[in-house]
């Protein structure tokens, strides 16, 4: 059962223009959210997360939005650059970003020069 | 240079034949983690560990064995009862709350 889901598994987006990523949970236990960066052949990166406390966290470029009465989060990056081409997996935990995470399936970003 | 090193890169093993899969970090991280990835899946746990000598099964267990016996090291061996080895395994390790940090992972084929 998958716990974590994102759908539309990629986006093809122009150079400098935003990139939005999306992802619903269903478990109402998860309050601990990530999102993780991966090239081809290359273990994941941690790009940014939020507790469930909040409902935003900026870092550069990146921004993480969390909707938790609807269990949506979204990744908004902007602007976007072709080294940001890449699969992006949205994770979850219930109790901080050590313990056991479900990963939903990825999108697919290509960032068009 | 910390970091988590998995190896080998590239496995090929017989069909019916156990093989191990090393992870190693430097990072004095307590806890370690094993993951599979499939073509086009997200990553699935298959166990992890929260300290020395523990280890719990993840949600994919099944047909795979780890130890725990170091701090810095977190090994998986594949026996012959997985029924679909082929797969990108990743390993990862934490420390408190911080998030996880990913080896390059290593892709095993069945012949």
């Known amino acids: 059962d998958q716990q974590v889901k994102q759908n539309s598994p990629s986006l093809s987006v122009q150079e400098g223009r935003i990139s939005i990523l999306n992802c619903d949970y269903t478990n109402s236990m998860f309050d601990y959210f990530l999102w993780y960066k991966k090239y081809p052949a290359e273990g994941p990166t941690f790009l940014i997360s939020i507790s469930s406390i909040k409902d935003k966290n900026e870092d550069g470029r990146f921004t993480v939005f969390l909707n938790k009465s609807a269990k949506h989060l979204s990744l908004h990056i902007v602007p976007s650059q072709p080294g940001d081409s890449a699969v992006y997996f949205c994770a979850a935990s219930a109790g901080g970003g050590n313990n056991r995470l479900a990963f939903g399936k990825g999108n697919q970003v290509v960032v068009i020069p | 240079d910390g970091g988590i090193t998995q190896s080998p890169k590239y496995l090929f093993r017989k069909e019916g034949q156990n093989v191990t899969l090393s992870c190693e970090q430097n990072l004095n991280h307590d806890a370690m983690y094993w993951y599979r990835q499939d073509p086009g899946q997200g990553l699935r746990l298959i166990y992890y560990s929260q300290i020395v000598n523990d280890f719990q099964k993840g949600d994919i267990a099944e047909g795979y064995s780890v130890s725990r016996e170091k701090k810095e090291s977190f090994p998986l061996t594949v026996t012959s009862a997985q029924k679909n080895p082929t797969a990108f395994y990743l390993c990862?390790?934490?420390?408190?709350?911080?998030?996880?940090?990913f080896g390059d992972g290593t892709r095993l084929s069945i012949l």
């Open positions: 990862a390790s934490s420390i408190g709350t911080q998030p996880q940090h």
